[in-house]
């Protein structure tokens, strides 16, 4: 909660040490000419411009300690080009352009918005406006542009049977806030609001489109995969809690797994996420036979997933953290 006194921005790049105050309005003390909030070094106020040839030097109106000169800046006696006095430095890229203590006529870079000595920059952030970007910045033209936000294909197998249950996963994206599986007609799930996917598929026969469309903010990104579901004449089933690299037990835990490679010497990297593809665990190398212990226990209870990457593939465990 905000209470009065609390620190707060006023919005106003003039003010400094912002506080709301006892009816809750967010204001700051004047910046002075040393940029001190409330500061007594304010525009008019004696000061030394260190030239021992200029006399009565105080801040001027945008600040600069000068004096007056006996010879102006353009060498007119009692001349009105003092310090501190407007000019023109000849540069369209400037405005605001005055005389300094030293008479050297400058501006400030006109930035992005037009404003003189304003902060709206090429490479400073910005928002251009598209849903489906990230990290926008301004180009050396000033255009506002970001990055293009991008999901990648669904991973799994294309053919399947029917009666089984099969794991499709699509790699988390960055910030994504939600993810949601548009199942084939007969399919079920426990959980399809996941970047992993563990689906029980009926047994009608023929192709059809599995698709999961990830959030991240107002952006919607769609990926699909085309399944060929093979007619079963059994009724076969694969235990959704393990692959055919690694398992995992017990599952569910209070947060230690023993996570226990399934066979052949092929090193895995494993990388924990939580349902919106948030890493919860950095990547680590799972080599040879021997069980690896992982600890969980200081995440929330609910579902997790193990990614497990090796020679380019990839595979999902969705594991339940119970306490």
Known sequence: FSLPGSPCDDGDATTGNDTLSVNCQCTGLLLDCLNVPGGTTTVGTACDDADANTSDDVYTANCI?????????????GGTAQPGTTCDDGDATTG????????TCAGQLIDCEGTAGGTVLPGTPCD?????TANDVRGADCVCSGTTITIGAVSGSTMVFGNTTNVYLVTPVANATSYNWALPNGWTTSDNGAFALVADVNNAAGPVELCVTAMVGTCELTSCITVTVDFNTGIATSDPVSSDWFTVQPNPSTGVFQLIPAGGD????ITVYDATGRMVKAQFLVAGKRAVSLDLGDV???AYYMLASRDGEQRAM???VKR
């Open 65 to 77: 300690c000068a004096g007056v000169l006996a010879n102006d800046c353009e060498g007119v006696a």
């Open 266 to 269: 092929a090193p895995m990297t």
């Open 318 to 320: 969705k594991v339940m």
């Open 96 to 103: 605001n352009d005055v005389y300094s203590a030293n008479c």
């Open 300 to 302: 929330a209870p609910g």
């Open 128 to 132: 251009d406006g598209v849903a489906c």
